[in-house]
């Protein structure tokens, strides 16, 4: 069964740092581009960042470049997402999603993050 | 950037009748190389992560009913549910995968009149 499960979320301050993982089973994690992909409590989708199969591009939205990086292991199986200098706006749940080419099919049931004092 | 506009923000729809959303880009996904639109439409329900239902602009995915349609090319593009059925209530999202950043439209909520 393919399986993507997230884990690493929850409350921060402003200003702080958090590491988002996801686990992925079931297909081949290392052909795939791997995104990270987020909501707004009641807002619509944002993406966030991509990731090639074998790491060697990345792409970020706007917003959030110079503070998160995206990142992958592909002898575990993992995908990371290391949020720094976080901020209000950054609150939201955060989906890990695979797909063959920038297409995203495979999604996680997401990780919610909160950035509050 | 690839902006996506949908329209309408919402809509109610009978049980049986058809839902039609829009979906505008700017500028096209229409890609010269293959002759391709790198546009999708995903479903979002309640407390649930978003379902590809339609790459490609019209091509739906495997399991998705016949009565999910896409259309279109290079800017307009059109997501048409034939007849309404209860389980459809959701929000329904496009989303360019032309080039990065990826982006989605702002997303139309499907409701039952």
């Given at each position: 069964e393919v399986q993507l499960v997230e884990s690493g979320g929850g409350l921060v301050q402003p200003g702080g740092s958090l590491r988002l993982s996801c686990s992925a089973s079931g297909?081949?994690?290392?052909s795939y581009w791997m995104n990270w992909v987020r909501q707004a409590p009641g807002k619509g989708l944002e993406w966030v960042a991509n990731i090639k199969g074998d790491g060697s591009e990345k792409y970020y939205v706007g917003s959030v470049k110079g503070r998160l990086t995206i990142s992958r292991d592909n002898a575990k199986n993992s995908l990371h997402l290391q949020m720094n200098?976080?901020?209000?706006?950054?609150t939201a749940v955060y989906y890990c999603v695979g797909g063959l080419?920038?297409?995203?099919?495979v999604w996680g049931q997401g990780t919610p993050v909160t950035v509050s004092s | 950037d690839i902006v996506l506009t949908q329209s309408p923000d919402s809509l109610a729809v009978s049980l049986g009748e058809r839902a039609t959303i829009n979906c505008k880009s700017?500028?096209?996904?229409?890609?010269?190389?293959?002759?391709?639109?790198?546009l999708a439409w995903y479903q979002q329900k309640p407390g649930q992560p978003p379902k590809l239902l339609?790459?490609?602009?019209?091509t739906r995915e495997s399991?998705?009913?016949?009565r999910f349609s896409g259309s279109g090319s290079g800017t307009d593009f059109t997501l048409t549910i034939s007849s309404l059925q209860a389980e459809d209530v959701a929000v329904y999202y496009c989303q360019q995968y032309y080039g990065a950043p990826l982006t989605f439209g702002g997303g139309t909520k499907v409701e039952i009149k």
């Open positions: 297909f081949t994690f290392s200098s976080l901020r209000a706006e950054d080419g920038f297409l995203m099919d | 700017s500028p096209s996904v229409l890609s010269r190389y293959n002759n391709k639109d790198f339609i790459s490609w602009a019209s399991g998705v009913p016949d």
